[in-house]
């Protein structure tokens, strides 16, 4: 549907400042999403390089993840693909591509990111990202082709992000990253400079493990204990601040449930609430993982809903 378009290309004509809030941060991976997005101290998974890439050096397997994500009731898609690679004491590389598109297919985005995490101890950890951002307008569509605001239809830019992990308590990890640092201009015209945002994200997870090991109530509570983990994250971005917690539990070594609750606060007010899934397989010595997220969004988004779909690899 074209309005989608239309309503993109009216926000970077009259409000020149927030532009590129089409470089938002929509978050990758259906598990963050059943989080609430709280993941920046988590990140140990194929979703670590999009959201902390300090979590790289806790990383001591190979994954592969892939997601794929609906948002206003399908009038957005975005589909991502990652891998990381550990090297042992030398630290775990990874890589990510991130498409967005919309359904009448004449705005395109693309993010990749090539990334390095490393544990200099046991607990502390550090990382960074290196991006290149790149947006495309469909030159042949009329309306494009005749509106004298593009000076060109396509655009692309470098930017970094960088990260760390502290684990002051075996239950206790504190995350921290700040996304890009160097601008990135994405600019599309003559007459303005439009750059993606700093992004500042500083979080907690808190493993429940340790309570079990106190708890003096029965196996099958002492063993969901275990398996359980809550997250907290304050995120900064263009002036709005989004506050984002969410909690996990393992029922079992196969299936595990999730929600999480995000408020934010700024220019245009807005809550959200996610709940989510997993699944898991093992075959052979690889474990399959299949994730699902599903987020309600509310106050000036009210009636809107977001799907992520994720398969993760762990060899």
Do not use: C
């Not at 990652?82 to 693309?110: K, M, N, T, V």
């Not at 275990?226 to 989004?242: D, F, H, I, P, Q």
């Amino acid at each position: 549907m074209k309005h989608i378009f239309h309503l993109i290309l009216l926000v970077v004509m009259l409000f020149p400042t927030a532009a590129f809030a089409i470089f938002n941060d929509i978050g990758v991976g259906a598990r963050p999403l059943g989080l609430g997005g709280a993941f920046v101290a988590l990140a140990d998974d194929s979703n670590a390089t999009n959201y902390n890439a300090a979590g790289l050096g806790y990383i001591d397997e190979i994954h592969f993840g892939a997601t794929h994500a609906q948002r206003f009731n399908g009038l957005i898609t975005y589909n991502n693909i990652s891998g990381i690679i550990p090297f042992g004491r030398a630290g775990s590389i990874g890589a990510s591509l991130g498409i967005l598109g919309e359904d009448s297919e004449i705005y395109r985005e693309q993010t990749v990111r090539i990334s390095y995490g490393n544990a200099l101890f046991k607990q502390l950890a550090i990382g960074a990202n290196l991006k290149l951002f790149g947006i495309s307008f469909d030159e042949a569509n009329e309306f494009v082709a005749e509106n004298p605001y593009f000076a060109q239809t396509s655009s692309s830019a470098v930017s970094f992000d960088v990260g760390v992990i502290v684990k002051p308590l075996q239950s206790l990890s504190l995350g921290a990253s700040v996304e890009n640092l160097l601008p990135a201009d994405m600019s599309i015209s003559d007459t303005q400079t439009d750059s993606v945002p700093l992004n500042i994200r500083t979080g907690l997870v808190y493993s429940l493990e340790s309570i079990a090991e106190m708890s003096a109530q029965g196996a099958v509570v002492s063993n969901l204990l275990k398996g359980s983990l809550v997250t907290l994250e304050v995120a900064s971005r263009n002036g709005e601040t989004y506050i984002r917690t969410g909690a996990e539990v393992w029922l079992n070594k196969s299936i595990a449930v999730r929600g999480g609750y995000g408020v934010k606060n700024g220019s245009g007010s807005a809550a959200t609430v996610s709940l989510g899934g997993s699944a898991k397989v093992p075959i052979g010595g690889t474990a399959l993982q299949l994730d699902y997220g599903f987020q309600l969004l509310s106050g000036n988004l009210q009636d809107n809903t977001t799907q992520r779909f994720s398969l993760n690899l762990l060899f």
